[in-house]
């Protein structure tokens, strides 16, 4: 796996793995154990298919007690346990490992309330993130986060990767000692400790999210996009950082630079222009008034940045139609290579022309190409490093490429991550934007969760170690300093 180091798998586990299928299709019977090796294959990876590994067995519960039940035996017998959702991770975080059971949960694909007056929906961790929007849209509502993986991925994926922006209200979740803990309510805050930050993001370390509760917004009266071409990818970045300096905050803001325009034009057929080296698509919506007056600022300042093209949507259609390319872009990339490697950085929107040139240097360097698409908005990048799995060595150098974008961003201010996650692809990283006391920290928090490590091991941190180390200290000549203060 690309010299991915992963924990050694438990030889104990390993030799009692007929016993723990057995056990496994007790606790959660029918189709929901999967134990032949052909058909662990469609789990042996994530949306990161760098790197592939087949579970010790998957298990697809469909019920908060199957979970429970799966996570205390796997518990109570110190077996590794790895959560997944619909594997459409970019980063690792469901790679399998080897003594490991996998926890699917795409079984858990229902929503359980609706409540229009609240504005919230409740739903399992496998309703995919689209289907919340059509569970909604015949009442006027839709649920805002839309990741480009909408269609298939889980709200329980977003909310461990915290990806799209998610803005959750309440999770149920099931703890790694089987114990089913309920965070929050049908409110904004909660007294106490902030336990709701703490699981979103957490990427399956902490426990794993049985009920989702979400916020749903009322469709707005007016909506139109503006596609603006520039002649440089730097002045493009540049007209991003002068929209939101002027206090006009878009419904939605992407960019893209020329080999994703063409490929996306080639793919769907935009009426995207192509004599353009950097293209920003740019949504208001609001009162129709408001729309219209916002729309001629940004013509303004895109003119301004040297825009070279200007197109207004005239339709729903139009505007669709716009978006339908960039959301597209993904797919449309790999027509054009036979693979590419999807990075995830974040930086301050001011140094979105520094990084964009930082890449084309970079670029030059490991005579890779680059295809950039990425939510201008909030400086969240994502770079598609364009390789062939089949030359050797040229895997590893889009792995170095694509380390050396996300350092960069650590360098101008950013973080190594924006909504994919750590998982695997970053977990050698962190140390560029963490020091050791920081990563100890945020440690003990998973030991608080998991102290045993048997949820998700090998993933975010850096360095494999116990909990029993945090609180290690120097002994010398059989003796520590103050030996007379009480230590717990």
Request: net charge negative; hydrophobic share 40%; with cysteine.
């Amino acid at each position: 796996m690309s010299g991915l180091v992963m924990p050694k798998p438990d030889d104990a586990t390993m030799r009692r793995r007929a016993e723990i299928v057995a056990d496994m299709r007790i606790i959660v019977p029918g189709e929901g154990v999967v134990d032949a090796t052909n058909e662990m294959r469609a789990f042996e990876s994530d949306g990161l298919t760098a790197y592939r590994q087949l579970p010790l067995v998957v298990v697809l519960p469909e019920t908060v007690a199957q979970v429970s039940r799966v996570l205390k035996y796997c518990n109570d017998r110190n077996i590794r346990v790895v959560p997944r959702g619909s594997g459409t991770s970019l980063s690792g975080g469901a790679l399998p490992l080897e003594d490991a059971v996998l926890l699917v949960m795409s079984r858990f694909n229902r929503i359980l309330a609706i409540d229009y007056p609240d504005r919230i929906v409740v739903a399992q961790p496998g309703v995919t993130n689209l289907g919340i929007t059509i569970a909604v849209e015949q009442e006027g509502f839709y649920y805002a986060p839309d990741p480009s993986s909408q269609i298939a991925c889980s709200i329980g994926g977003n909310v461990a990767e915290n990806s799209g922006g998610v803005h959750c209200l309440k999770y149920g979740l099931t703890a790694m000692n089987g114990e089913v803990v309920r965070l929050g309510g049908n409110h904004l805050d909660s007294e106490g400790y902030d336990l709701l930050g703490v699981m979103t993001g957490s990427e399956g370390l902490l426990g794993v999210v049985t009920e989702v509760t979400v916020r749903i917004l009322k469709k707005p009266e007016t909506a139109r996009a503006l596609l603006i071409g520039f002649p440089t990818s730097e002045q493009g970045g540049q007209c991003v950082a002068d929209i939101i300096g002027a206090g006009i905050i878009p419904g939605g803001m992407e960019m893209m630079d020329r080999p994703a325009i063409h490929a996306a034009e080639d793919f769907v057929h935009a009426g995207y222009p192509l004599d353009v080296e950097a293209l920003l698509i740019v949504e208001l919506d609001g009162p129709g008034v408001e729309v219209d007056h916002l729309i001629g600022l940004i013509e303004a300042i895109a003119y301004r940045n040297g825009s070279t093209t200007c197109r207004i949507s005239q339709s729903e259609q139009e505007r669709l139609s716009f978006w339908a390319g960039r959301k597209a872009a993904f797919p449309a990339v790999g027509r054009i290579s036979p693979d590419y490697y999807c990075m995830d950085g974040t930086i301050p929107r001011k140094e979105l022309p520094r990084v964009l040139a930082g890449m084309r240097e970079l670029s030059g360097k490991y005579g890779l190409g680059v295809a950039n698409v990425f939510h201008a908005g909030d400086g969240n990048l994502h770079p598609l490093i364009l390789y062939d799995a089949n030359v050797p060595g040229e895997l590893d150098k889009a792995e170095s490429f694509g380390a050396d974008i996300l350092r960069l961003c650590v360098k101008v201010g950013g973080v190594l991550t924006g909504e994919h996650g750590v998982g695997v692809e970053k977990r050698d990283l962190m140390p560029e934007m963490f020091d050791q006391i920081d990563l100890d920290q945020q440690m003990r928090v998973k030991c608080a969760f998991d102290p045993n490590h048997l949820l998700n091991p090998g993933k975010v941190f850096p360095q494999l170690r116990r909990c029993a180390e945090l609180g290690r200290m120097h002994v010398h000549r059989g003796q520590v300093a103050f030996p007379d203060i009480p230590r717990f």
